[in-house]
């Protein structure tokens, strides 16, 4: 029998809690503005390619800011600045910086009178009020504008003749925009979940609040990797918070999507032994990481070819059984990190059918490379499925329908769900141990060693122990005053 290449694609949509919890209020507009950009445009240019399956994983804080936005309830400070009739010296230095905070050149330069307004920034930053107040309002028009999906700007009247005015908006017009982004994040859940129910999309979870796990268990865990990295004295312990992420986000994954993730994709891919061990004992039927973890748990690194073709494929393009003592635990499988940093940060650099086309080449290349045919492989492409699409053309639309037809049309190449390869091809290979690190280097050091990453676990130590002491000097205290201090 001779199988195709098996192709798992898992975009990750994620961004950070932005809920002020005093007053409520988003400090960044990045949820709304993604979900109108590219939340709901992944979805929809899925659907057209209905042979294509991918895994799509969401972070649970992301689905409930989007909830809040969908049901009214969410704010955010741009929303709060279009509505005013003048700014402050500090609200204008911040409209000056996220105002502009989209491609140059691919995006702000197709529309001339943003490109106009970008063409005096330098002064504004300067001295702020080289802008008029109509023009920092047509700038707030603008930015809120071009972080809407361009389909939705040629298709939707109301907004394609905002478009076309170009400057002078009013409140009013402002506030149809929000309105438009606010239907926009109450479509992005419905969407994915009928892609689901079809069997095209795998969705799954990550921790609940993105954090980096094996730093929660042990902060000296980041010396695994980075022997005689600078720490906290003493560390920062807090297993137990692992379990609650893996937890939260279990149960807030069922309330939007109304069935339990099989898979996990750890904040940023940090993984340990430990972290594997408490995704299984939560549920979790496989977790994914990036080729250097695999490398140090195997002892060796892919070695690649002058067109950063791995050499040793057969090791890379595999799931592996983690073993938990003497029993097989999770399923891990292993992101192919060239493959998938051409999508995240090279191919916005030339055509879409262009890249497209390298991309299809590569993976044939993989598969005659892989040359025993009789046995089935899995090439894992697992990237941010929000943050490159301004820097491609038409916001990613050239390349993504060009790679989605092609992959469609091969009898060498099959796209699946990283569940939907598990249930046909169970793991061959085993892994003693899971090595310690993340998808950026095979380590911790994004997150642990310097003076500021030092001195704010710390912090966070501290802080947790006080609440853990306030609790036991307290027992009678409320369970809601408990949850909202936790």
Not at 386 to 414: A, I, K, Q, T
């Amino acid at each position: 029998m001779s199988y195709p290449l098996y192709i798992a694609i898992l975009w990750h949509m994620h961004q950070p809690d932005y809920r002020d919890p005093a007053t409520g209020i988003l400090s960044l507009p990045w949820v709304r503005l993604h979900a109108a950009k590219d939340y709901l445009h992944m979805a929809e240019v899925l659907a057209q390619h209905p042979e294509i399956h991918v895994t799509v994983n969401f972070t649970p804080v992301l689905l409930e800011q989007l909830d809040a936005y969908a049901q009214g309830k969410a704010e955010d400070r741009l929303m709060l600045l279009s509505r005013q009739t003048s700014w402050t010296e500090e609200e204008r230095a911040y409209l000056l910086n996220v105002g502009f905070s989209v491609h140059w050149h691919n995006v702000i330069q197709r529309y001339p009178p943003y490109w106009a307004l970008l063409q005096r920034r330098a002064i504004a930053l300067e001295n702020p009020n080289e802008f008029t107040d109509q023009e920092y309002r047509d700038l707030l028009a603008w930015v809120q504008l071009a972080w809407t999906d361009p389909n939705r700007l040629e298709q939707d009247e109301v907004l394609r003749r905002l478009v076309e005015k170009g400057r002078d908006f009013t409140i009013d017009e402002l506030e149809l925009i929000i309105a438009r982004h606010r239907e926009m994040c109450a479509q992005v859940v419905p969407l994915y979940r009928k892609l689901a129910e079809r069997g095209q999309v795998e969705l799954t979870t990550s921790p609940y609040a993105h954090p980096i796990l094996p730093l929660l268990i042990d902060s000296a865990h980041a010396r695994r990797a980075t022997p005689g990295l600078p720490i906290p004295e003493p560390s920062f312990q807090a297993r137990e918070d692992v379990f609650a992420h893996l937890q939260m986000a279990l149960e807030c994954h069922e309330r939007f999507f109304e069935r339990r993730p099989l898979g996990l994709w750890p904040s940023e891919g940090a993984v340990s032994q430990e972290v594997v061990e408490a995704a299984d004992a939560v549920g979790f039927q496989w977790l994914a990481s990036d080729e250097a973890i695999l490398g140090r748990c195997l002892g060796r690194w892919f070695q690649r070819d002058s067109q950063d073709t791995v050499t040793n494929p057969q090791a890379l393009y595999q799931p592996y059984l983690a073993m938990i003592g003497n029993r097989p635990g999770p399923t891990l499988i292993f992101r192919d990190h060239v493959l998938s940093d051409r999508i995240g940060f090279t191919y916005q650099h030339i055509p879409g059918e262009q890249a497209a086309e390298d991309l299809i080449v590569r993976l044939q290349i993989i598969r005659r490379r892989l040359s025993d045919e009789n046995r089935p492989y899995l090439v894992s492409i697992i990237l941010d499925g929000e943050n490159c699409w301004d820097g491609y053309e038409h916001n990613g639309d050239v390349f993504l329908h060009s790679l989605y037809r092609r992959l469609s049309r091969s009898s060498e190449l099959r796209t699946v769900t990283v569940s939907e390869y598990l249930r046909m091809n169970p793991p061959r290979g085993m892994l003693a141990r899971i090595a310690t690190g993340s998808w950026i280097n095979g380590d911790l050091t994004t997150w642990m060693g310097d003076p500021k990453h030092i001195q704010a676990w710390s912090l966070l130590r501290d802080t947790r122990a006080f609440l853990i002491a306030f609790e036991t000097a307290h027992p009678d205290l409320p369970t809601s005053v408990r949850e909202e201090a936790w």
